[in-house]
């Protein structure tokens, strides 16, 4: 099954890029929200709005009969995007769109080494230089030494240890339990863990707000969906790195909607990180037709 899913980089791909669009989609929402409601409330509440959504899914569930180390997993997994997501939601509200996009390219280092290590998946060097050329893409945005950190860069910073951790365990469960059980199972470990944090400091949002996260649940448990079907379908070396297209849409939010502006090196970098999934992208292609036409010296008559 694993291989199977692995000859389907293509898929992959087009789910990841799917994804992409509907979590710039959550940017944008987040960032119309603003601060008053503090972090954890905001977080809480898309995530349990979020659950009206997971209703169909509930008989797929019924039908599951999760293991204690299945659970323990999911646990480790809601833990880990709880953090993630609280800081997440800090920095939002706090930097550029293009920032928060930019920094969010930290997790797919430590995805992409732990898949190698943990995961057992293969680096091949096409990947890795891909993956070296799409950060340095991502260097030249930031440009470490040449513009002040603040807090929403400190948690964006300190959010990419957990969504990586969680990237990585939701790429095993997807293995083993398929898309609707591990978004589900998401949305459910993420909500108890948030709830506390949010009844310590709770702000009764007005309807608006209220709209405005409502939409946030909807882009994003969309988004999660389809981030599963992606990890199905192609490895997390393939599907990750096209993350870096979220990049493009935020940069494009950002100056055409929050009037950010459009920095030369924000371009620049895309460009290269473009390019370096670009070439990815149809070498994976180019591998799987090798495999699925054989050669004529195969052909037996």
Same mark, same amino acid.
């Given at each position: 099954?694993?291989?199977?899913?692995?000859?389907?980089?293509?898929?992959?791909?087009?789910?990841?890029?799917?994804?992409?669009?509907?979590?710039?989609?959550?940017?944008?929402?987040?960032?119309?929200?603003?601060?008053?409601?503090?972090?954890?409330?905001?977080?809480?509440?898309?995530?349990?709005?979020?659950?009206?959504?997971?209703?169909?899914?509930?008989?797929?569930?019924?039908?599951?009969?999760?293991?204690?180390?299945?659970?323990?997993?999911?646990?480790?997994?809601?833990?880990?995007?709880t953090g993630g997501v609280c800081l997440w939601?800090?920095?939002?509200?706090?930097?550029?769109?293009?920032?928060?996009?930019?920094?969010?390219?930290?997790?797919?280092?430590?995805?992409?080494?732990?898949?190698?290590?943990?995961?057992?998946?293969?680096?091949?060097?096409?990947?890795?230089?891909?993956?070296?050329?799409?950060?340095?893409?991502?260097?030249?945005?930031?440009?470490?030494g040449f513009r002040e950190i603040g807090p929403?860069?400190?948690?964006?910073?300190?959010?990419?240890?957990?969504?990586?951790?969680?990237?990585?365990?939701?790429?095993?469960? +997807?293995?083993?339990? /398929? &898309?609707? *059980?591990?978004?589900?199972?998401?949305? $459910?470990? %993420?909500? @108890? #863990?948030?709830?506390?944090?949010?009844?310590?400091?709770?702000?009764?949002?007005?309807?608006?707000?209220?709209?405005?996260?409502?939409?946030?649940?909807?882009?994003?448990?969309?988004?999660?969906?389809?981030?599963?079907?992606?990890?199905?379908?192609?490895?997390?070396?393939?599907?990750?790195?096209?993350?870096?297209?979220?990049?493009?849409? +935020?940069?494009?939010? /950002? &100056?055409? *909607?929050?009037?950010?502006?459009?920095? $030369?090196? %924000?371009? @620049? #970098?895309?460009?290269?990180?473009?390019?370096?999934?670009?070439?990815?992208?149809?070498?994976?292609?180019?591998?799987?037709?090798?495999?699925?036409?054989?050669?004529?010296?195969?052909?037996?008559?």
């Amino acid at each position: 099954m694993d291989t199977m899913r692995a000859q389907r980089p293509v898929l992959g791909v087009f789910w990841m890029v799917v994804t992409g669009l509907l979590f710039v989609g959550v940017t944008a929402c987040v960032k119309v929200l603003g601060t008053r409601i503090p972090a954890p409330e905001a977080a809480f509440l898309r995530y349990a709005l979020g659950l009206i959504f997971l209703i169909p899914m509930i008989r797929p569930m019924m039908s599951t009969h999760l293991s204690k180390r299945q659970l323990k997993l999911f646990g480790f997994r809601g833990l880990a995007h709880t953090g993630g997501v609280c800081l997440w939601f800090f920095a939002m509200a706090r930097i550029p769109l293009a920032d928060v996009t930019a920094m969010n390219y930290l997790a797919p280092i430590y995805v992409t080494l732990g898949a190698a290590f943990f995961l057992g998946e293969t680096l091949a060097l096409r990947r890795i230089l891909a993956v070296i050329v799409a950060l340095i893409g991502g260097l030249i945005i930031l440009r470490p030494g040449f513009r002040e950190i603040g807090p929403g860069h400190l948690a964006m910073l300190i959010a990419a240890f957990f969504f990586a951790a969680s990237y990585l365990t939701a790429k095993r469960m +997807a293995d083993e339990t /398929g &898309a609707a *059980v591990t978004v589900t199972m998401l949305s $459910v470990t %993420v909500t @108890i #863990g948030l709830a506390p944090l949010a009844a310590m400091n709770w702000v009764t949002p007005t309807m608006s707000e209220f709209y405005l996260l409502f939409g946030v649940a909807a882009l994003a448990t969309a988004g999660h969906y389809t981030m599963s079907l992606a990890l199905e379908a192609a490895p997390v070396t393939v599907t990750q790195p096209v993350g870096f297209l979220q990049l493009v849409w +935020a940069v494009l939010l /950002g &100056a055409l *909607v929050f009037d950010e502006g459009v920095d $030369v090196w %924000v371009v @620049i #970098g895309g460009g290269v990180i473009i390019g370096a999934i670009s070439f990815m992208t149809w070498r994976e292609a180019v591998m799987k037709r090798r495999l699925r036409t054989p050669s004529p010296s195969q052909v037996k008559l």
